[in-house]
Structures are given as structure tokens and as C-alpha cells.
């Protein structure tokens, strides 16, 4: 005879497998809360749930960086160390329990954790930047920029957190082979490499060594490169390194577009370098370069088109650099339907307390062709190098003043008078 289950029993029956799948739901939604809340408040995360790592690792790196608290270093040990019991492949965990065991002093043992660290993630940040920094106070600076290779590749926003050392490591004749080597391997960091050190005197000595090491090579200066250290030396006033540099780098076509201004017929070309020409934004107006055969009746050369609003200054201009002499500027243009209700003009400014040294006007109306000159002098000091700008003498942007028509100037010239 089959027993009889009594309602009571069966009510109980229900309701322990109504409190296991409660609890079992109710632990599953705390662990997602904490996986949700474990990067903005590790604390909360933790509390909810404590196995959680992430969140673990995020508070005790937040007490490490807090710098309006010492950190209480014991207490962070024995949480990273409980922790690592429940996860032994978290290079993390290794990690951080070496950056605090380096801050007790105990530096040889902190490096063992580090090297854990890495052979569990070969990218773990932190252990990373310690390494390097071992590898830099050791003297092994091979060995420090693979590692700075790793850590950018990886982190590359992480680049400001090295670059103080990389100058000490370029000093060296090993530190700068291995860095030549990286960024003839097209190393991602490498733009920001010649970007922090064109900031600095020190450190543009060793771009420009850099730069004329990777000429010929198979990864040879890019014009970005080349104008960050170009622009580096005219921030510390260097002007004739500056544009020694500029012409070292010019290529066998582009030395034919050299002169006083470099290509003053206006060809298209990628080149953006100080001494030659720059296209800013501009609001209120158009500036393209076309060559005579792609031009539209053969008017080659710089278009500028104003769109019927005020303009203030323009948006081309070119680093010159003239002896003291005496010169003449030539301009050869055509216009159509040109209005100009302040100055358009050509100056030609010192780099230097001497200011503006000529402004060269651009008429009104409608010319093909027209050639226009005016003379000027540079004189014997307070003039080493100059900023050869295309400008209006509109002072504020009023809509009374509205700049309509069209420019082309087919060449612009600077030549020298004889004495």
C-alpha cells in the first residue's frame, strides 16, 4: 500500500524548493550587481560579493593610487593574498601584491611577484611599468624598450607614463639602437615618440639624429614627423636648424619647387611643413591648389574663393628665410568679380622684434594675368627667419564687410636685388 503524502508535507516540500530557487536567484542577482557596480564602486561591488576580483583588484589599486590617504599596506596584502588563494592565474593579483610589497621595501621579493605577473600576461600593466623601470636603473635598456614596445602596443595611451625616461635611454648607445630598431619595425609609439621629444632642446637633438638615421631606410621620416621637430626648433628659436632640417628633407622632386618661397607656383602636394605652404580653416572662404593642366582655362596655381561673409585674416602662409638684403616680391593673378572691402595683402613679418618689414596689396575687380611687384629690405639684425602670410586688414567680423569673388594667384615670388 503506497503511503499518502499529507498536504503539510507537500506544502513544505514546495516551499524549501521555493527558498533554494529564491536564494539561488537572490545570489545570482547580488553577483550581477557586483560585475555592474565593480568598476565606479568597487566597495559596494564587494560587498554583495566577495569572491568578486575585479572588483577586489579595483579597490586596492584605487587605496594605492589615494593620495590624500596613506594607504594601510598590511591590510591590502592579506586582502590581495585571501584573494589569490581563490584565483591563482590572475596576473593581477601577483601584480599588486608586488607593487605592495615593493612599497614595504621589499623590493627583491616585489620583483618576483612582478615576473609572475608577466608570465601569466605577458601585457599585465602594472608589473610592466615596474620592469621597465628596473630595466632602466639596471642599465639593461635593450631589455627596457621591448618592454616599453609591449606595454604601448598594448596600452598605447600609456605612453606619457614613460616617456620621462626615454631620453636617458637614447643617451645610450644601446638604448638608442634598440629604440632605431622599434621604430624602423614601425612601432605604434612612434609618432608620439618624435611629439614628446620635439618639446624639448634636449630631446631634438636626438629626434633629429633619429630622423636622419631612418633616411634610406625602409621606413623613412614622415612629414609628420619631420615637421614636429621642424616646429620644435622654431619654438626654441633655432631658425637655421630649423630650415636646414626642412631642406634636408625635401626629396629629389620637391627641390625643384625650392627658392626664396618654396614651390611658388602653388603644386598640389601633401607637404605640410612650416617652410612651405599651410592651409588653415578658415570660415568665409576656399583655398585649393591646382596645377595649370587640371585648372579650369589653364589657371594653375592658388584659387582662393570668398563666400559673400566678412573674413578676418586668411588661411595661407609659409616660413621664409631671407639674408639681410634688399628683395623684390612678385605676384602673378587673376580675379573675377573681386570685392575687397578691407585690404587683402601679402606681409612678410620677422620672426623677431622688427615686426612687419612689407605689405604687399592685391587690387579689386576682374584681371587675367596681372603682375604686381613691390620692393622691400631685411634688414641686418632682429630679422632671422620670417612669416610670409596672406591677410586681410578686417579687424573684427562685421557683415558690413563681406568678402566676395574670386582669386587665383598663378605665382608668387621673392627675389633677391642686386646691391
Excluded at 568578486?52 to 594607504?71: K, Q, R, W, Y
Excluded at 625616461?165 to 619595425?185: E, F, H, M, N, Q
Excluded at 607637404?271 to 589653364?298: C, H, M, Y
Excluded at 559673400?308 to 634688399?326: C, D, F, M, R
Aim: glycine share 8%.
Amino acid at each position: 500500500m503506497t503511503e499518502q503524502t499529507s498536504p503539510l508535507m507537500r506544502n513544505l516540500r514546495r516551499s524549501g524548493v521555493w527558498f533554494v530557487a529564491f536564494a539561488l536567484a537572490l545570489a545570482a542577482s547580488s553577483i550581477g550587481l557586483s560585475r555592474f557596480l565593480e568598476t565606479e564602486t568597487p566597495t559596494v561591488s564587494l560587498a554583495l560579493d566577495p569572491l568578486n576580483v575585479n572588483a577586489l583588484t579595483g579597490e586596492i589599486t584605487d587605496d594605492l593610487n589615494d593620495t590624500s590617504n596613506a594607504p594601510d599596506l598590511d591590510a591590502l596584502l592579506a586582502k590581495a593574498e585571501s584573494a589569490l588563494r581563490f584565483d591563482l592565474a590572475d596576473a593581477r593579483l601577483y601584480s599588486l601584491i608586488g607593487e605592495i610589497k615593493y612599497r614595504q621595501g621589499a623590493k627583491d621579493q616585489a620583483y618576483d611577484f612582478f615576473d609572475q605577473a608577466r608570465k601569466l600576461s605577458k601585457t599585465e600593466i602594472h608589473a610592466l611599468q615596474r620592469s621597465i623601470g628596473r630595466s632602466i636603473e639596471t642599465g639593461d635598456l635593450s631589455r627596457a624598450v621591448g618592454e616599453i614596445d609591449i606595454l604601448l602596443r598594448r596600452w598605447p595611451d600609456q605612453f606619457p607614463a614613460i616617456a620621462e625616461g626615454l631620453p636617458t635611454i637614447l643617451s645610450s648607445p644601446d638604448g638608442y639602437r634598440a629604440v632605431l630598431a622599434a621604430i624602423k619595425a614601425e612601432a605604434p609609439w612612434r609618432a608620439s615618440l618624435f611629439g614628446f621629444l620635439g618639446k624639448t632642446r634636449e630631446g631634438l637633438d636626438l629626434a633629429n639624429r633619429l630622423l636622419l638615421d631612418l633616411t634610406g631606410s625602409g621606413a623613412p621620416p614622415t612629414s609628420g614627423e619631420l615637421s614636429n621637430v621642424i616646429n620644435g626648433y622654431i619654438s626654441q628659436k633655432e631658425y637655421e636648424q630649423a630650415y636646414r632640417l626642412f631642406l634636408f628633407s625635401l626629396t629629389d622632386e620637391e627641390r625643384k619647387l625650392g627658392g626664396y618661397i618654396f614651390n611658388s607656383t602653388f603644386e598640389p602636394m601633401s607637404s605640410r611643413k612650416p617652410f612651405s605652404w599651410q592651409i588653415r580653416d578658415q570660415p568665409g572662404l576656399e583655398v585649393t591648389f591646382e596645377t595649370s593642366q587640371d585648372a579650369v582655362e589653364g589657371e594653375g596655381g592658388a584659387t582662393v574663393r570668398f563666400l559673400n561673409t566678412p573674413v578676418k585674416n586668411a588661411s595661407l602662409q609659409q616660413y621664409i628665410e631671407l639674408p639681410p638684403g634688399s628683395y623684390k616680391i612678385s605676384l602673378n593673378a587673376s580675379a573675377r568679380n573681386l570685392k575687397l572691402p578691407k585690404e587683402l595683402f601679402w606681409s612678410v613679418r620677422c620672426m623677431g622684434p622688427a615686426g612687419e618689414i612689407v605689405r604687399f596689396k592685391i587690387p579689386e575687380g576682374t584681371f587675367n594675368r596681372q603682375a604686381l611687384s613691390q620692393d622691400f629690405s631685411v634688414g641686418s639684425a632682429g630679422c632671422p627667419m620670417q612669416l610670409l602670410k596672406l591677410e586681410t586688414a578686417a579687424i573684427a567680423e562685421s557683415w558690413r564687410f563681406r568678402y566676395v569673388g574670386t582669386l587665383v594667384m598663378h605665382k608668387l615670388s621673392i627675389e633677391r636685388l642686386s646691391s
